[in-house]
């Protein structure tokens, strides 16, 4: 698909299908696993393997091309965007802040110590593939 990177569409997500390619492929950018200057598959190419609409990948990449991720030279396709991954990933840095920050004052406010909030954390970190 993407690189080396397999996209998986989920029916039964909320996502919509342009969000969940946008997601992955921006997902694999941040983890090093698509490097800068990488092709993209062609909009049609991809649209093609994931058996969806061609509007739908050009809205994944108008998406990442939007956010920096990627970059589209006419005639030649798509690329992975450099120069400005950690823009990005502190980008996310400060999204998991937020996401912390919320979560410290739902179990602060549900009597949950911060001690147990971390062994919370450590078990599902547990369950993780790559934690």
């Known amino acids: 698909m993407a690189g080396n990177v397999e996209i998986i569409i989920s029916n039964a997500s909320s996502k919509p299908i342009y ?4 997601t992955q492929i921006k997902d694999a950018i941040l983890a090093g696993e698509l490097d800068e200057g ?6 049609r190419a991809l ?4 058996h969806v609409s061609v509007i739908t ?3 994944a ?3 990442l091309e939007e956010l920096g991720f990627i970059e ?4 030649k396709g798509s690329f992975v965007a450099g120069g400005n991954l950690e823009l990005l990933r502190e980008e996310r840095l400060r999204h998991v802040e937020e996401l912390l920050e ?12 911060v001690r147990e909030l971390h062994d919370m954390l450590d078990v599902l970190a547990e369950d993780m ?3």
């Open 47 to 50: 649209a093609n393997d994931l």
């Open 129 to 131: 593939p790559d934690a």
């Open 57 to 59: 990948t050009k809205r």
């Open 38 to 43: 990488a092709p993209l598959p062609s909009i």
């Open 102 to 113: 919320q979560a410290l004052s739902d179990a602060l406010s549900a009597g949950v110590t």
């Open 72 to 75: 589209t030279v006419q005639g």
């Open 61 to 63: 990449y108008a998406d």
């Open 19 to 22: 969000e969940q390619i946008a």
